[in-house]
C-alpha cells in the first residue's frame, strides 16, 4: 500500500486520540494539505459549508471553546471588565450644574455635554422633593419637556411624589434655595407650584412667601374674587371732563407716569415682575 495511505491513519489517529482524551495537542487546521488527505472530501465540504453560512460570533463562539477545550480555562477570562465604563448619564451627573452663569464655562467635553443638556430643559418652575421636609432639606430640579407637556409642576402639584391634578387648588412659592455645588454654595430663586398638603411641607419650618396671582411689580398678593381690600388712604375722584382745564389734567398724569419710570428700581422689584411675568 502507498505510504501516504498509513501517513493519512496516522494522523486520523492522533486527531481521535486528541479528541478523546482533550490533551494539549493542537487542533488540526482543515484547510491544510494534511487535514484535506485526512479528512475527505466530504468532510471538507461539510466544514466549508458550516464555515460559510455561520456568522462571525458563531465562529467566535467555536473559536474560544475549542480553546477552552484544549488549553483549559473559563469563560469568565474573556469578559472584559466594565467597571469603569461611563454612560453619557453618568457624566451629566457628575458635571451637571442646577444654574449656569456667565463664569461657568464649559472646559471640556464633560462639561460642554452636561451645558448642551442643560440648556433643554424648562426653567419657569422647579420640582421639588419633600421627602425630607422636617429635616428643612429639599431636592430641586428643573421640568423636562415631557413634564412641561403633561402640566406637572406648573398646573399640577409640584412635588415629585404627590399625585394631586388640575382640580387642585394650587399655591404658588417663592423659594430661595441654598445648595451646594462642586464645593461652592450658592443661591437661587425659584417658583414652586405645590398643593395645600405639599404648600404645609414646604412651610414646616420657615413661612416661605406666597406670590399666588401677584400682579407684575407688586408686592402683595391680589385679592380673591368676592373679596375687598381696606386701604388707610381716601379713594381719590376721577377729574371729570368739566373740572378745570383738560390740558393741565394729561400734562399733571405724564409727568406722574414719567416720574413714577424714571425712579430707580431695587433688586427685589425687579425679581418680583421677573416671577410675575412668569406666573401670567
Not at 263 to 279: G, R, S, V
Request: positive net charge; glycine residues 6%; charged residues 35%.
Amino acid at each position: 500500500m502507498p505510504a501516504s495511505y498509513f501517513r493519512c491513519m496516522v494522523l486520523a489517529w492522533q486527531l481521535e486520540a486528541a479528541r478523546a482524551t482533550a490533551s494539549t495537542l493542537p487542533a488540526v487546521n482543515p484547510e491544510s494539505q494534511e487535514a484535506a488527505a485526512l479528512l475527505g472530501p466530504q468532510e471538507l465540504c461539510e466544514y466549508y459549508k458550516n464555515k460559510a453560512y455561520s456568522s462571525t460570533y458563531d465562529r467566535h463562539r467555536k473559536l474560544v471553546n475549542d480553546y477552552l477545550q484544549y488549553y483549559g480555562g473559563s469563560w469568565s477570562d474573556f469578559k472584559r471588565d466594565d467597571a469603569t465604563d461611563r454612560r453619557d448619564i453618568d457624566v451629566i451627573r457628575e458635571h451637571g450644574r442646577f444654574l449656569w452663569s456667565d463664569k461657568d464655562e464649559p472646559k471640556n467635553w464633560s462639561e460642554r455635554l452636561a451645558k448642551r443638556y442643560w440648556d433643554k430643559l424648562f426653567k419657569e418652575y422647579c420640582l421639588v422633593d419633600l421627602s425630607r421636609f422636617k429635616e428643612n432639606k429639599f431636592g430641586m430640579r428643573w421640568r423636562l419637556e415631557k413634564e412641561v407637556i403633561s402640566g406637572k409642576g406648573q398646573f399640577t402639584c409640584g412635588n415629585v411624589r404627590c399625585t394631586a391634578g388640575a382640580d387642585a387648588r394650587l399655591r404658588s412659592w417663592e423659594v430661595n434655595f441654598a445648595y451646594k455645588e462642586h464645593g461652592e454654595h450658592r443661591n437661587a430663586l425659584v417658583k414652586l407650584r405645590l398643593c395645600r398638603d405639599c404648600s404645609d411641607k414646604l412651610n414646616y419650618r420657615y413661612k416661605r412667601r406666597d406670590v399666588t396671582g401677584q400682579k407684575v411689580g407688586s408686592e402683595e398678593p391680589a385679592p380673591r374674587r368676592g373679596e375687598t381690600t381696606a386701604t388707610d388712604e381716601p379713594e381719590t375722584k376721577r377729574p371729570k371732563p368739566g373740572d378745570g382745564n383738560q390740558t393741565d389734567v394729561w400734562r399733571s398724569t405724564t409727568q406722574t407716569q414719567s416720574a413714577q419710570s424714571s425712579a430707580p428700581k431695587t433688586q427685589e422689584e425687579e425679581f418680583d415682575e421677573y416671577f410675575a411675568d412668569m406666573l401670567l
